[in-house]
């Protein structure tokens, strides 16, 4: 399943293959899915748009729907990211190492802008119930 | 340009005949290289077609054959349309030029 | 050794997992009420759920990716966000069901009124997900669930005509007095009862969060193989129970301690302790099974990291919807709602909502780029296909048929 290490030349389905996939951290943690995509288009007439971004979050999940329900989840994300104003999560291209059954990155979860919500969640609610962190296994 | 503004819209001629709906984008790795290390991936063309259930299923891109009874209802070869056709994008639609018919 | 030790117990525990709040409820009450002329939808039903968690562990096995996961990444997000809000809802009102259950459980023992024990069984099983090893909980609770082979020994010990039993199992007749609709509606309950859609989220992220391999694939089996059918005979060692002592008499049952009557008069005390044991460690079980289900469709959906394979604080909103799941279902249970109710329609909206999980793993155990080699065979894929479209079948006569039958009464 796995091109050679540059990949050069392997045909990608976006809709198949990056849509709605899970990403991954260096350290094997998930770190959400894939909600879209962004494409740069260079200047030069005839150049072919470049992917530039994975795009995840509520906010990206949001436009991926569309219609009502799409609505519904951008409005939820505006109001839980009424504090910031950063623009709905982007992880760099550059950032992805391997395109599989999951998309790995080159970064640790605490280093990518999508997972705020679960570090939030984790300061906020998790971390105050004792034994959060104990290890289950 | 996002990927979600692409899938879902329609795909019309320059002539006014209406190809169908984006189910999918062909990217192939093969831009610049990228700060990772890797070739960049870029669009080469959208896969067009009638019925939009089941894009993401692997039936129509082929790498799911079976069963039987769902490869029959679900297979549909999918239109390649060159993304160097494309003549205009709106929210709506995506104008292209084929010249003339056939792939 | 070590093997043959392992295979044994994950055989035990998938047989004493099997039986939950609705078999309890689907398989008493039907014995009751027609005797053995629906068996055959308890068979269909386990091969069904024989069949279904093959594929979902193999897939887990050889992917690492548990069945919700797949549904989004197959249906896509739109489609995948429906089939969530299906799925969450009835795994909610399953869990719901089972926290009823335990707590009505615990009434037959100490005659406390069973809304009182809700509250304590719902901290109990988030205790209990917050704190014990996977492992250890699925195997505890599993090999206690084993209590249930009570029930067969009741079978045994009312001395039936065998030949009789078996006479109207294979000859499904609609007793005179019953429709057919209300027969065909319970059907739906008891095939729901047998396959449902929590015990596969379960299944499938179990094998993941034990990281099975393709090594692992005949322990899968020999579980799913053998396990599930043998705790398909205590769903129909509940279905004889009932049918030997209640049928004859026309008298329905509609609550848990009908249901360990025949136990009791078959073989007393003893027997009533051991069927309690069974029903506590069955429904305590099934709670923290749904519960964690409902943490993992919806973690599951969005790529939020999931599992207890983690510390609490490095999955934490896993955790948090598992809480707030609980809770819900303890709030509600309190309510007074009747236990037996939800227990019912739980299992009749989860036998129309499967095939919703159950053809996106169709799919990708067909999908040669993921599976290689192990993709489904022909023999399994025509088994499968026909249980898909099964599946398709009942979930369209669901609800005319709950319309109908104004469910089941």
Same mark, same amino acid.
């Given at each position: 399943?796995?091109?050679?290490?540059?990949?050069?030349?392997?045909?990608?389905?976006?809709?198949?293959? %990056?849509?709605?996939?899970?990403?991954?951290?260096?350290?094997?943690? %998930?770190?959400?899915?894939?909600?879209?995509?962004?494409?740069?288009?260079?200047?030069?007439?005839?150049?072919?748009?470049?992917?530039?971004?994975?795009?995840?979050?509520?906010?990206?999940?949001?436009?991926?729907?569309?219609?009502?329900?799409?609505?519904?989840?951008?409005?939820?994300?505006?109001? %839980?990211?009424?504090?910031?104003?950063?623009?709905?999560?982007?992880?760099?291209?550059? %950032?992805?190492?391997?395109?599989?059954?999951?998309?790995?990155?080159?970064?640790?979860?605490?280093?990518?802008?999508?997972?705020?919500?679960?570090?939030?969640?984790?300061?906020?609610?998790?971390?105050?119930?004792?034994?959060?962190?104990?290890?289950?296994? | 340009?996002?990927?979600?503004?692409?899938?879902?819209?329609?795909?019309?001629?320059?002539?006014?005949?209406?190809? &169908?709906?984006?189910?999918?984008?062909?990217?192939?790795?093969?831009?610049?290289?990228?700060?990772?290390?890797?070739?960049?991936?870029?669009?080469?063309?959208?896969?067009?077609?009638?019925?939009?259930?089941?894009?993401?299923? &692997?039936?129509?891109?082929?790498?799911?054959?079976?069963?039987?009874?769902?490869?029959?209802?679900?297979?549909?070869?999918?239109?390649?349309?060159?993304?160097?056709?494309?003549?205009?994008?709106?929210?709506?639609?995506?104008?292209?030029?084929?010249? &003339?018919?056939?792939? | 050794?070590?093997?043959?030790?392992?295979?044994?117990?994950?055989?035990?525990?998938?047989?004493?997992?099997?039986?939950?709040?609705?078999?309890?409820?689907?398989?008493?009450?039907?014995?009751?009420?027609?005797?053995?002329?629906?068996?055959?939808?308890?068979?269909?039903?386990?091969?069904?759920?024989?069949?279904?968690?093959?594929?979902?562990?193999?897939?887990?096995?050889?992917?690492?990716?548990?069945?919700?996961?797949? +549904?989004?990444?197959?249906?896509?997000?739109?489609?995948?966000?429906?089939?969530?809000?299906?799925?969450?809802?009835?795994?909610?009102?399953?869990?719901?069901?089972?926290?009823?259950?335990?707590?009505?459980?615990? *009434?037959?023992?100490?005659?406390?009124?069973?809304?009182?024990?809700?509250?304590?069984?719902?901290?109990?099983?988030?205790?209990?997900?917050?704190?014990?090893?996977?492992?250890?909980?699925? @195997?505890?609770?599993?090999?206690?669930?084993?209590?249930?082979?009570?029930?067969?020994?009741?079978?045994? *010990?009312?001395?039936?005509?065998?030949?009789?039993?078996?006479?109207?199992?294979?000859?499904?007749?609609?007793?005179?007095?019953?429709?057919?609709?209300?027969?065909?509606?319970?059907?739906?309950?008891?095939?729901?009862?047998?396959?449902?859609?929590?015990?596969?989220?379960?299944?499938?992220?179990?094998?993941?969060?034990?990281?099975?391999?393709?090594?692992?694939?005949?322990?899968?089996?020999?579980?799913?193989?053998?396990?599930?059918?043998?705790?398909?005979?205590?769903?129909?060692?509940?279905?004889?129970?009932?049918?030997?002592?209640?049928?004859?008499?026309?008298?329905?049952?509609?609550?848990?301690? *009908?249901?360990?009557?025949?136990?009791?008069?078959?073989?007393?005390? +003893?027997?009533?302790?051991?069927?309690?044991?069974?029903?506590?460690?069955? @429904?305590?079980?099934?709670?923290?099974?749904?519960?964690?289900?409902?943490?993992?469709?919806?973690? *599951?959906?969005?790529?939020?990291?999931?599992?207890?394979?983690?510390?609490?604080?490095?999955?934490?909103?896993?955790?948090?919807?598992?809480?707030?799941?609980?809770?819900?279902? +303890?709030?509600?249970?309190?309510?007074?709602?009747?236990?037996? #109710?939800?227990?019912?329609?739980?299992? +009749?909206?989860?036998?129309?909502?499967?095939?919703?999980?159950?053809?996106?793993?169709?799919?990708?155990?067909?999908?040669? @780029?993921?599976?290689?080699?192990?993709?489904?065979?022909?023999?399994?894929?025509?088994?499968?296909?026909?249980?898909?479209?099964?599946?398709?079948?009942?979930?369209?006569?669901?609800?005319?048929?709950?319309?109908?039958? #104004?469910?089941?009464?």
């Amino acid at each position: 399943m796995s091109a050679a290490t540059s990949g050069a030349g392997r045909r990608v389905w976006a809709v198949l293959e %990056l849509l709605d996939r899970q990403l991954v951290d260096r350290n094997g943690h %998930l770190v959400g899915k894939i909600d879209d995509l962004e494409f740069e288009i260079d200047d030069d007439p005839g150049a072919l748009p470049r992917v530039s971004a994975l795009l995840s979050g509520l906010g990206a999940l949001a436009s991926h729907i569309g219609g009502d329900a799409g609505r519904a989840l951008a409005a939820t994300e505006r109001r %839980l990211a009424a504090a910031r104003d950063r623009q709905p999560s982007r992880i760099d291209i550059a %950032l992805v190492q391997e395109i599989a059954s999951s998309v790995e990155l080159d970064a640790a979860r605490d280093d990518i802008d999508t997972n705020r919500a679960e570090r939030w969640t984790r300061d906020v609610i998790i971390d105050k119930i004792p034994g959060a962190g104990h290890v289950a296994e | 340009m996002l990927l979600s503004e692409l899938v879902g819209s329609r795909v019309v001629t320059a002539e006014g005949d209406d190809l &169908g709906r984006v189910h999918d984008l062909v990217l192939v790795q093969d831009g610049p290289m990228g700060a990772n290390g890797r070739a960049g991936l870029r669009l080469h063309a959208l896969a067009v077609g009638r019925r939009s259930f089941g894009a993401q299923l &692997g039936y129509a891109q082929g790498s799911v054959r079976g069963p039987w009874i769902l490869r029959k209802l679900l297979h549909r070869s999918a239109r390649l349309v060159p993304w160097s056709s494309v003549v205009h994008r709106d929210d709506e639609h995506i104008v292209v030029d084929i010249g &003339g018919r056939g792939d | 050794m070590k093997r043959i030790f392992g295979v044994t117990l994950g055989i035990l525990t998938a047989m004493g997992g099997f039986v939950d709040i609705g078999d309890l409820v689907a398989n008493s009450e039907t014995g009751a009420r027609f005797g053995m002329s629906l068996a055959w939808a308890v068979l269909l039903g386990v091969v069904g759920i024989v069949v279904y968690a093959e594929m979902a562990g193999r897939v887990a096995s050889v992917t690492k990716r548990a069945t919700f996961d797949l +549904v989004r990444e197959r249906l896509g997000a739109r489609a995948g966000l429906l089939n969530l809000g299906a799925s969450f809802f009835i795994t909610m009102l399953t869990l719901i069901a089972e926290v009823a259950g335990v707590a009505l459980a615990v *009434q037959l023992v100490v005659d406390v009124n069973y809304l009182l024990w809700i509250p304590l069984v719902g901290f109990a099983v988030w205790l209990v997900i917050w704190r014990v090893k996977f492992s250890t909980l699925e @195997t505890v609770f599993g090999l206690m669930g084993l209590a249930m082979i009570v029930v067969v020994v009741t079978v045994v *010990q009312l001395d039936p005509s065998w030949s009789q039993l078996w006479h109207h199992a294979s000859h499904p007749t609609v007793p005179s007095g019953e429709g057919h609709p209300t027969y065909f509606y319970y059907a739906i309950a008891l095939f729901g009862a047998a396959m449902t859609p929590y015990e596969v989220f379960f299944f499938s992220s179990g094998a993941v969060e034990e990281k099975w391999t393709r090594r692992d694939l005949v322990l899968n089996r020999a579980n799913v193989y053998l396990g599930f059918p043998l705790g398909g005979l205590l769903s129909l060692g509940l279905m004889a129970g009932a049918a030997l002592v209640f049928h004859p008499l026309g008298v329905g049952v509609d609550n848990l301690s *009908q249901v360990a009557l025949p136990t009791s008069v078959a073989l007393g005390k +003893v027997g009533l302790a051991f069927v309690i044991v069974g029903f506590v460690a069955c @429904t305590f079980g099934a709670a923290l099974e749904t519960s964690l289900s409902c943490g993992y469709t919806v973690s *599951q959906y969005f790529g939020w990291q999931w599992g207890k394979l983690v510390r609490p604080r490095e999955a934490s909103r896993f955790h948090l919807v598992v809480l707030m799941s609980i809770f819900v279902a +303890v709030v509600v249970g309190v309510t007074a709602v009747d236990p037996i #109710k939800v227990t019912e329609y739980s299992i +009749v909206l989860s036998a129309a909502a499967l095939p919703l999980t159950y053809f996106p793993i169709l799919v990708v155990a067909n999908d040669r @780029t993921y599976m290689g080699d192990d993709v489904n065979g022909p023999v399994k894929n025509t088994i499968a296909s026909f249980y898909m479209v099964l599946l398709v079948v009942v979930a369209l006569a669901t609800i005319p048929l709950m319309i109908a039958t #104004k469910a089941g009464s």
